[in-house]
């Protein structure tokens, strides 16, 4: 892992905080997570930032702190689902650290984010389509971007932290 540093990246709902902040705990880093940065360098919601500066603006915001937060060492740094569609996001977590892919079915996903109110992507006319769209767009990036794909299962998410600290400290032993 270079400079000791993990990203994890997915599509909405696949569970990248709580796996995060599990390991975290287990490898004894620092966790972050982009979303929640943001939200508080600007003091105000994701959806309140979509609403006052489209997507394109919440992009900049998510690449300005992805940029700093690859810089850090020792950290564990769950990404919005959306920040590996500019490759410049991309080459970063790729040079900066070991990338994981949590993977979960669009089906899984759509159980997951139905109801949430959070994140205004999802709000179409359509939702389920839309995750649909959304991940048939990007799985195939995630996975260019990860060193490895993990397979995310809720139920049993403390299983696979535990699974996932035996991998990472090998792999750093090797
Ligand atoms: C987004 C995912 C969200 C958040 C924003 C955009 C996306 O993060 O960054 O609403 O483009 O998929 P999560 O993946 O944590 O839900």
Redesign the pocket.
Known sequence: MHRGNLFLV?????G??TLGRLLAKRLDKSFY???VE?ERRLGVT??VI?ELEG?TG?RDR?AAVLGDFVEFTNVIL??????I?RPANRDKLKQNGTVLYLHATPETLWER?RR?K????LRAADPRARVNE?YEF?DPIYREVADFVVESDRAHVVQLAQRLEQQLRAAARA
């Open positions: 997915g599509m909405p709902g696949s990248k905080s997570d982009t979303d943001i994701i959806p979509f997507e919440f998510e769950a990404t919005g689902g959306g920040a569609l984010t949430s959070h994140r205004p992507l959304l990007r």
